[in-house]
């Protein structure tokens, strides 16, 4: 069986051949970094690291990009309340938005482009449409022209009429159709801005991911994913923008995850239910977060409550007691098993990697393939049973037991802990690093301290550190 995606953009479940052999070009959302992330940004940040994961466990080589929005309004109205720069507050919070990822174990992406590093290649890019037809000049704003993508509403599966009829937007004189969106606005005063053929301004917020796939990817990708919340207006922009500037499909596979509520109820601030990533990874751990993540599947919403967050560590707590188990029974197994029961183990291990392929074969099902998990504990747990087992039967439990949960990004294994003496120096050595500008030996010891469950948090007043 191959791979199968439910593709937002046809709406059905579809065999997943992308455009070159062996190889995929995958582009996923990031955040707008004016805060912390909440826990709703999370999830997709751990669907689909888990999709890569298993994108490369079945033999592809995969190219996985994730934007930063660091110019925004809310990062301006951030900088302006701190009496800092916009920059200042991008960095500050990008670097906790990889700090929290990390706690997740979710693998750094291979490419984290951000707006102000792509301003080049979005005015060439609106350039380009507006030569085109499809985008025009308003008085130092630049808007795309909706009405001249005959697909518009595609993604969303919303007839373009129907989209004009239900737009709830403010009366802007500058467009020609309320449903135009902005490539470029006009910069406001004391707004950060950059030179444009339009004037002093900014980049409207859907160009950036095109101009950033269509660098890094080129004209096609493979994979577009992200939450539901962006299907519309963000990504069918991106569509619309992309195709008409290349001619060409964007993207082949469009995958969202659900919507994540708190106790039943829309997480949001007015309801007093809004949680930051790195609060509930200090309290639960990251690691129990990304097993309770994984615990649905990533299509259907999912409800977050501190039961349920039980019964997910209960979970994770029986797998990692198996593994403890198998560990502590190789130093008393003997050599080999007799043949017969051998031969019968192999095929056991081996049934329970092909059910578990098969799950995540269709449609990224990790809760059926943690179900497949479960299976392996239990069969682990039989076989163990046993006065005497082998060695090598305990060892292929043990493969299996950890293949299985590395691709769901799960570690079995404690990291050793460092001593605070440790951490300290640690510290001090990185601080040292980034005064003589050495910011790879400083971005290695985070990472190192990072996986030692050690978080920094970088202050005006110093390096505060705490365990995760």
Not at 38 to 65: C, M, Q, S, W
Not at 246 to 258: E, S
Request: net charge negative; aromatic share 10%; hydrophobic share 35%.
């Amino acid at each position: 069986m191959s791979i199968q995606f439910t593709n937002t953009l046809t709406k059905q479940k579809e065999a997943f051949v992308p455009l070159e052999p062996g190889k995929v070009k995958m582009y996923v959302c990031g955040p707008t970094v004016y805060n912390y992330i909440h826990i709703g940004n999370a999830r997709p940040a751990i669907v689909f690291d888990t999709l890569r994961r298993y994108l490369k466990y079945r033999g592809y080589e995969v190219t996985f990009v994730q934007n930063i929005t660091d110019v925004d309004d809310k990062l301006i109205r951030k900088a302006n309340e701190e009496g800092i720069t916009v920059k200042e507050v991008a960095d500050r919070y990008t670097d906790a938005f990889n700090e929290d990822l990390r706690s997740l174990n979710i693998l750094p992406p291979d490419i984290q482009p951000r707006v102000m590093q792509t301003i080049p290649e979005i005015i060439q890019f609106i350039e380009g449409l507006i030569e085109k037809g499809y985008a025009y000049d308003s008085e130092g704003d630049v808007y795309f022209r909706t009405g001249r993508f005959t697909e518009y509403g595609k993604l969303s599966h919303q007839p373009l009429d129907e989209l004009q009829a239900g737009a709830r937007v403010e009366i802007n004189e500058k467009k020609e159709n309320p449903l135009d969106f902005a490539l470029w606005k006009a910069a406001k005063p004391g707004e950060v801005s950059w030179s444009s053929p339009w004037g002093e301004g900014r980049p409207g917020w859907h160009i950036e991911c095109s101009a950033m796939a269509l660098k890094f990817l080129g004209d096609q990708i493979d994979i577009h994913a992200g939450g539901a919340d962006l299907v519309f207006p963000h990504h069918e922009n991106e569509i619309a923008q992309s195709e008409c500037y290349t001619g060409k499909v964007f993207a082949r596979y469009w995958l969202h995850n659900g919507m994540l509520n708190i106790n039943n109820e829309k997480m949001s601030k007015s309801l007093g239910n809004f949680i930051l990533a790195r609060d509930l990874i200090q309290h639960y751990g990251g690691e129990l977060i990304r097993f309770f993540m994984l615990q649905g599947h990533y299509r259907n919403p999912i409800n977050f409550s501190d039961d349920l967050l039980e019964q997910a560590a209960n979970g994770l707590e029986r797998i990692k007691t198996a593994y403890a188990n198998l560990r502590h029974r190789l130093e008393t197994a003997r050599p080999q098993e007799p043949n017969g029961l051998a031969e019968e183990q192999a095929r056991t291990i081996s049934q329970l990697r092909e059910q578990f392929i098969a799950e995540m074969d269709d449609d990224l099902n990790t809760a059926n393939a943690i179900t497949v998990v479960y299976e392996v504990v239990k069969e682990a747990n039989l076989y163990l049973r046993n006065q005497n087992v082998g060695r090598e039967q305990v060892e292929q439990y043990l493969s299996l037991l950890t293949e299985l949960t590395s691709v769901l990004g799960v570690q079995l294994e404690q990291a050793e802990e460092l001593l605070d003496s440790e951490v300290e120096a640690l510290i001090e050595e990185r601080t040292e690093a980034r005064r003589l500008r050495n910011f790879a030996r400083a971005d290695e010891i985070r990472d190192l301290l990072s996986e030692k469950g050690i978080v920094l948090e970088d202050t005006p007043q110093g390096v505060r550190w705490r365990r995760k």
